[in-house]
């Protein structure tokens, strides 16, 4: 199918720079990245960084632990101040 798109000129002139690059024409580079963009989409109404909230969870448990060293280290510097 034929169809006229409107890309930004330095977009349009990157995309066409890639497709050299890679030896390919640069209508095919263009379905390439429609592809790409149509198989990692996310969820229907889902904010792109919604995919990384949560990943981090495991390490609440190391945070905990640090905060206690933490309070440890100063009240140890609390009873030499005050001795």
Excluded: N
Excluded at 4 to 33: M, N, W, Y
Aim: hydrophobic share 35%.
């Amino acid at each position: 199918m034929k169809t006229t798109l409107e890309i930004p000129d330095a977009i349009c002139r990157r995309a066409k720079s890639k497709a050299a690059e890679r030896g390919i024409p640069f209508r095919q580079f263009v379905t390439e990245a429609v592809e790409y963009k149509l198989s990692v989409s996310p969820a229907k109404g889902a904010r792109p960084w919604m995919r990384h909230v949560g990943k981090l969870k495991g390490l609440h448990q190391e945070t905990e632990r640090i905060a206690q060293r933490i309070e440890e280290a100063f009240e140890q510097v609390d009873v030499e101040t005050w001795s």
